[in-house]
């Protein structure tokens, strides 16, 4: 049996997998992000309205996104231009808005996911059988954890 490594020494073999698989799996995910027109914190502020269980406020997106509330309202209005996500007056608070993402918004979410695993596709069919025997053995293990295996891809 391998012994167990350091924290810090893992993390480093880790950080260099997951570096490697940045640039040399990502050409479909920035292509679909290109083609979107999209930005970075347009595309990190659709993530937080995916997983939210109800709409947001604009200050909580632009807290988690760590942006300005200007920036956020024109970050807003424009997924809201696009149909990406939906603007409503807070029920209890006129004053206060509340954001939430459409189906189309979802769509765009699937396909960004789409084109990340595309790449990692890519990269396990490039593997060793004994390589994706390892990989598979060591993935299994960590998906064993909830957390983890709740990122797993929608099967269409």
Known sequence: ???PKQASELAD????????????????LFEAVGALELT?????L??????????????QGAELVSIS???AS????????R??????????DRRMKRVSITEE?????????AARRSGLQNFTEKLSDPERSILAAALSKLLERPEIADCRPERA
């Open 105 to 113: 918004g979802r769509a765009v979410i699937r396909r960004l996911n």
């Open 40 to 44: 970075l914190t347009q595309i990190k």
């Open 83 to 92: 149909g990406f996500a939906e603007r409503e007056e807070d029920l209890e």
């Open 13 to 28: 073999e880790l950080y260099a997998v997951v570096i490697f698989l940045h640039k040399h799996c990502n050409s479909d």
């Open 46 to 59: 659709l993530h937080h309205l995916e997983e939210a269980t109800e709409p947001l406020t604009l200050k």
């Open 74 to 81: 024109r970050t807003v209005d424009d997924l809201v231009r």
């Open 69 to 71: 509330l200007p920036a």
């Open 1 to 3: 049996m391998i012994a």
